[in-house]
C-alpha cells in the first residue's frame, strides 16, 4: 500500500509467483510486502540508489539497522537463478546492496548498517551483524547465552563486529525481561563492539533500560564502561583490518594447543588480553571460568589467576573478567573498576 511498492511493480523489479505475473506477496505477520530482485541488476541498482542512496543517506541518516531484506521464500520466480540456491545468498545480496549504497556517497567505513544473517561472501559488504531476536531471558537455546555464541561462530568465518539487543527482543506468552536478565546483559553489552539496547517485540508488557531509578543507573554505570574501553576497540578495529582476527575470539584461536579451549562457547577473548565470562544462567552469583596459560589479573578485585578453572564469584555488578598480566593496556583495563564505580 505504498509508493515504493508501486514503482517497484511498475518497473517489474519484484519477485513473481510461479503460475503468474502478479509480484509474490510476503505475509511478515503483520503486513505484506514484495520481494526486490535482487537478481535483476537494474533493481539492485534501483533500491541502492533510489531507496538507500536518496532517501536514508541524503536525507541525513548515519546507519541503520538492514532488517527484513535478507529474507527469500523459495517458491517464487526470479529474474534470473533459482529461489532454492538463491535463498542462502540471499544476504550477501542483501548486504551488497546497502553496501554499495554507503559507497556511492562516498561513506564507505563512516555510515554503518547492521544485520543479522549471512552466508559464503557476506564479510565483504556487512561491516556489523547482529545476533538476532533473541528471547527475554537465560534459556539455553534462545536466551542470553546464545550471542555469545553467535558472535564465535560469525567471528570464525570473517566477521569481525557482532552484537546484541541488550535485554533481548522476543516476548511471548507472559515470558518478560527480569531486572536480573537486564542487568546480566548491561554487563555482557558493555564488553561488545556495540552496545545497543531495543525496546523489544512487546514494549508495554517489559522493562526497559529507565523503568526503574536502578536501571537507568545500571545501564549508566555500564555504558561508561563500554566508552571507556573505546581505545581498546579501536585496537580491535585495527587488527581485525590487519588480519581478519574477529573482536571476540574463540579461546582456541590464540590457544590452539590447549583441547580445554575446544569446546567453550560462553565465554570469549576479548582481543588477545581480556577473558570474558559473563553470567548467563538465572539467579547465579558465581561463575566457573576456564583461563589459559599465563597469568591473568580480575578486573574487579586485582586478585591473580594461573592456568585452569576457577569458581568466581559472580554478583550482579561483577561480571568475570580478567586482563592478562603484560598487556600493553594494562594501565586501561585497570581503571575499569573505578569507571563503574563512579556512580
Known amino acids: 500500500d505504498g509508493p515504493q511498492y508501486a514503482e517497484?511493480?511498475?518497473?517489474?523489479?519484484?519477485?513473481?509467483?510461479?503460475?503468474?505475473?502478479?509480484?509474490?506477496?510476503?505475509?511478515?505477520?503483520?503486513?505484506d510486502a514484495g520481494v526486490v530482485d535482487f537478481t535483476n541488476p537494474a533493481a539492485a541498482a534501483w533500491f541502492s540508489e533510489e531507496i538507500i542512496g536518496k532517501q536514508m543517506l541524503d536525507f541525513g541518516l548515519d546507519g541503520w539497522m538492514a532488517d527484513f531484506?535478507?529474507?527469500l521464500p523459495v517458491d517464487l520466480r526470479l529474474?534470473?537463478?533459482?529461489?532454492?540456491?538463491?535463498?542462502n545468498r540471499w544476504p550477501v545480496h542483501w548486504a551488497k546492496v546497502n553496501a554499495d549504497a554507503v559507497a556511492s556517497?562516498?561513506?564507505?567505513?563512516?555510515?554503518?548498517?547492521f544485520m543479522r544473517a549471512g552466508f559464503t561472501g557476506v564479510q565483504a559488504y556487512c561491516p556489523l551483524l547482529w545476533a538476532g531476536d533473541?528471547?527475554?531471558?537465560?534459556s539455553r537455546h534462545d536466551g542470553i547465552g546464545t550471542v555469545i555464541t553467535a558472535a564465535l561462530s560469525a567471528g570464525l568465518v570473517g566477521n569481525a563486529y557482532s552484537h546484541s539487543d541488550v535485554g533481548g527482543y522476543t516476548s511471548l506468552h507472559g515470558n518478560v525481561r527480569t531486572e536480573e536478565l537486564m542487568f546480566r546483559w548491561y554487563e555482557l553489552g558493555a564488553f561488545t563492539p556495540v552496545m545497543r539496547t531495543h525496546e523489544g517485540n512487546r514494549p508495554d508488557d517489559n522493562l526497559q533500560i529507565d523503568s526503574t531509578p536502578e536501571l537507568l543507573s545500571g545501564f549508566a554505570r555500564w555504558s561508561r564502561v563500554h566508552a571507556a574501553?573505546?581505545?581498546?576497540?579501536?585496537?580491535?578495529?585495527d587488527e581485525a583490518t590487519a588480519t581478519g582476527l574477529p573482536a571476540q575470539r574463540?579461546?582456541?584461536l590464540h590457544y590452539p594447543d590447549d583441547r580445554e579451549t575446544f569446546t567453550i562457547q560462553d565465554q570469549y577473548l576479548y582481543g588477545a588480553d581480556l577473558m570474558v565470562a559473563p553470567v548467563i544462567e538465572e539467579n547465579?552469583?558465581?561463575?566457573?571460568?576456564?583461563?589459559?596459560?599465563?597469568?591473568?589479573?580480575?578486573?574487579?578485585?586485582?586478585?591473580?589467576?594461573?592456568?585452569?578453572?576457577?569458581?568466581?564469584?559472580?554478583?550482579?555488578?561483577?561480571?568475570?573478567?580478567?586482563?592478562?598480566?603484560?598487556?600493553?593496556?594494562a594501565d586501561l583495563f585497570a581503571g575499569l573498576v573505578a569507571v563503574r564505580d563512579s556512580i
Open 8 to 31: 517497484a511493480e511498475r518497473l517489474g523489479y519484484l519477485a513473481r509467483n510461479l503460475d503468474s505475473d502478479e509480484p509474490y506477496a510476503v505475509d511478515f505477520g503483520e503486513f
Open 69 to 71: 531484506g535478507e529474507y
Open 79 to 87: 529474474h534470473n537463478g533459482d529461489p532454492m540456491e538463491e535463498h
Open 105 to 113: 556517497r562516498g561513506r564507505t567505513g563512516d555510515a554503518l548498517f
Open 134 to 138: 533473541q528471547s527475554v531471558d537465560f
Open 229 to 237: 574501553l573505546a581505545p581498546w576497540v579501536r585496537h580491535l578495529c
Open 250 to 252: 574463540a579461546l582456541f
Open 284 to 329: 547465579a552469583v558465581t561463575r566457573n571460568v576456564y583461563l589459559p596459560d599465563g597469568k591473568w589479573v580480575h578486573v574487579w578485585s586485582g586478585m591473580r589467576f594461573g592456568t585452569g578453572r576457577h569458581k568466581i564469584d559472580a554478583p550482579i555488578g561483577s561480571p568475570p573478567v580478567f586482563w592478562r598480566e603484560g598487556s600493553d593496556f
